[in-house]
């Protein structure tokens, strides 16, 4: 079996520091990307849930679709909220992008690393 990792060294977190991980890697089909928050050059955008979910969840696909895998593609989503009372409205960002492809989905209240109020990441197959 081989890996392949996408973006090592290339994502930055804040204060434009480097992250020690992939932002994907992919084994015999499966691409496992990394949590993505609503991160553009190194500064969280966005100051509510629907702004932040939409920009997180967009560096979740361009990262997906740079493996040439797509959204049909995604088998798991995990969503970690900072804040429970945004539930809903997440959802209702989640479901405009994966309501056509429903993945399975694992969604939970923690308290987040860095600044925001979301963070998503996914585990796509493509048959090879």
């Not at 932040?52 to 989503?77: F, G, H, P, S």
């Not at 429970?84 to 479901?95: I, L, Q, T």
Request: proline share 4%; aromatic share 10%.
């Amino acid at each position: 079996m081989s890996v392949k990792r996408y973006g090592v060294g290339e994502g930055k977190g804040s204060g434009q520091r480097s992250l020690p991980f992939a932002k994907a890697t992919e084994a015999d089909g499966w691409l496992y990307v990394s949590g993505q928050t609503p991160m553009r050059d190194g500064e969280i955008v966005g100051t509510n849930i629907v702004e932040q979910a939409t920009v997180a969840i967009e560096n979740m696909l361009t990262i997906l679709r740079d493996a040439d895998y797509d959204v049909q593609d995604i088998v798991r989503i995990g969503v970690w909220l900072d804040d429970a009372r945004d539930f809903w409205s997440f959802n209702a960002v989640f479901e405009k992008y994966f309501g056509a492809h429903p993945p399975a989905r694992c969604c939970v209240q923690s308290p987040m690393v860095v600044d925001c109020k979301v963070e998503i990441d996914c585990i796509a197959y493509r048959k090879t």
